[in-house]
């Protein structure tokens, strides 16, 4: 196997990862040099996944590791508007307290909140 086809499969991995809420082993690649806003070909981040999959812990993990709050996808889409989105508070909390700007994206996390008549709490 190829160095790229190894390094595909570590970054595939970590996007599994992230997606099914595997924060401590998720943190492994990013400890040992993977970079924290890693984007796939959507440009979703790590932390994106994390976000929209409903995963608070490893948003927070991500975050503490330096992860941008504000990186958003090739269809402007922000991670905060991504939790709003699928209903997840507690991912929600995690973000606005990190400083993710609920007007960011398009639509952005206040817009969606106003669609689906929900409290963004801020």
Partial sequence: MSDDEDFRQIVDAAFDLARQGETARLLVFVD????????????????????????????????????????????????????????????????LGAGADPDAGTPSARQIAAMFDRDLGV
């Fill in 32 to 95: 040992t040099g993977l970079p924290v806003d890693l984007v796939n070909g959507s440009g979703d981040s790590l932390l994106m996944l994390a976000a929209y999959h409903g995963h608070a812990d490893t948003v927070r993990a991500l975050i503490g590791k330096g992860a941008d709050v504000e990186r958003r996808n090739d269809r402007d889409q922000s991670p905060l508007a991504g939790a709003v989105f699928k209903d997840y508070g507690a991912v929600v909390a995690v973000l």
